[in-house]
């Protein structure tokens, strides 16, 4: 692996957060590793957190070129999304792709072509500002958990709700997440629970007491068997998901309140935001912070990242292993100075510094062909594409928003001010 152990020790205004003992009633196994933990990855599979230029074979090495691995990013704005009327919190892609989803503070869902930009829908329904989404799957539903304590599921090919909204929460739903089957949804809440939903009935299958403060992330391990959940408690906590028993419990000595979590794409690892401008990635099984970033500013909202992949220039790889290139990892966090900060997962390099948005950066995602997307307080989404470096590039890349050439919008995707859905930036 390219994550080694190292000598770290072990869409609003955050809530109240203070330091607190874990729940009572709760089943606690904070000792070794254990087969229930284990099992979220016992198969092995191809990594995105795999460096193979550290691990290569001397046969694999002879077969083909071994390139240096970038020091620097280059991405670049691409397209402007503009329609909402509030903040934005969150950016989505879809599994297949095609669509972009984002939710806001005014209380709708936006559906973009990821490819043009163009506003395909908006869907309304949710009686208050909505923090978070998650796409089934398939592409063909969308979650959506509002401050109007409702779970809405919305069929993308009609822009409607599903008959039956998930209902029992009792405050503000912060963060929610389907199962890799598309059959469970867990969500995270103000109300301190976590709720694990049947979707085909839209009942819940259990509540978990999780924490002690508002739940502000909620993720599942990529072959479904594990949940995490965080909170500004300062907990990270991760659950058997079959029997909603409580594996681990994951907290940094500062005890700084937790806005998100989310596995890595291999299932080994989980990458937390905390309240003290870090990022930190947790060995789970071991219960060890192995990695901490910092460099961007978060002491005030629930910022999330995202896990990303990066290769070599594309003028560097011969086209005969194009196919098989190496293929190194990365993190992307937004920041409450507008920016959104690019990691090296092994080395903890700065890859890039976006100049993301006027504002705080609220939500990041890598989608797929090299983009990123980014949103924020300022009502607008940004898609962002990898260019080749320039010659003569030096110390970390910051990008300057350029001044946007207008694209053709749909008719129904200008908002109030008449402002163009999408613009294309120019690079």
């Known amino acids: 692996m390219s994550i080694t152990h190292d000598d770290e020790e072990a869409s609003r205004h955050s809530p109240k957060r203070k330091r607190s003992d874990s729940p009572n009633g709760i089943p606690q196994h904070d000792g070794a590793p254990d087969a ?6 016992d198969e092995e599979l ?38 909402h009327k509030r903040g934005v ?33 908006t869907l309304e329904g949710h009686l208050a ?34 008959p039956l909204p998930l209902i029992g929460h009792h405050n503000y739903v912060y963060s929610l997440a389907f199962s890799p089957k598309g059959n469970m949804i867990v969500s995270g809440s ?16 259990r509540s978990l007491p999780a924490h ?36 681990k419990t994951l907290v940094h000595e500062d005890n700084a309140a937790v806005t998100s979590v989310r596995f890595s794409p291999n299932g080994k690892y989980v990458l937390a935001c905390t309240l003290d401008s870090c990022l930190r990635l947790w060995n789970y099984v071991d219960g060890r912070c192995i990695k901490t970033y910092q460099g961007h500013k978060n002491e005030k909202f629930s910022i999330n990242a995202a896990f990303g992949t990066y290769t070599a220039e594309s003028g560097e790889v011969p086209e ?15 920041s409450e100075d507008g920016r959104a900060v690019l990691w090296d997962v ?9 100049k993301a948005h006027e504002g705080v950066v609220l939500g990041v995602e890598v989608g797929p062909n090299d983009t990123i997307i980014t949103c924020g307080v300022d009502k607008t989404i940004r898609i962002w594409k990898r260019q080749p470096l320039p010659p003569d590039v030096s110390g970390v890349n910051e990008i300057k928003c350029a001044v946007p050439m207008v694209a053709p919008p749909p008719d129904d995707s200008s908002p109030a001010n008449g402002t163009p859905a999408a613009t294309q930036d120019e690079g």
């Open 212 to 247: 002690s403060d508002p739940v502000s992330g909620v993720d599942f391990v990529r072959d479904g068997t594990l949940i995490a959940s965080c909170s500004s408690d300062g907990l990270i906590r991760i659950w058997d998901t079959s029997t909603t028993q409580c594996l």
């Open 190 to 205: 103000y109300d301190e629970a976590v709720f694990l939903w049947d979707v085909r009935t839209a009942r819940p299958m």
């Open 36 to 41: 229930a933990l284990q099992y979220g990855y």
């Open 46 to 83: 191809p990594s995105e957190l795999h460096s193979p230029a550290e691990h290569e074979e001397d046969g694999v090495a002879a077969k083909r070129q071994k390139l240096e691995r970038p020091k620097r990013l280059n991405y670049k704005p691409y397209m402007t999304l503009r329609g």
């Open 320 to 334: 005969a292993d194009k196919e098989e290139q190496e293929r190194w990892a990365f993190v992307v966090c937004g």
């Open 129 to 162: 500002g909505i923090s978070t989404i998650s796409w089934s799957p398939d592409s063909k539903v969308l979650a959506s958990g509002s401050d109007d304590k409702i779970i809405r599921l919305w069929d993308i090919a009609t822009g409607k709700p599903l």
């Open 346 to 354: 092994s080395s903890k390099d700065v890859l890039q510094e976006l």
């Open 89 to 121: 919190a969150a950016v989505k892609y879809s599994p297949d792709g095609r669509w972009i989803a984002s939710c806001s503070a005014d209380a709708t869902i936006k559906i973009w072509d990821a490819a043009t930009g163009a506003l395909s829908r």
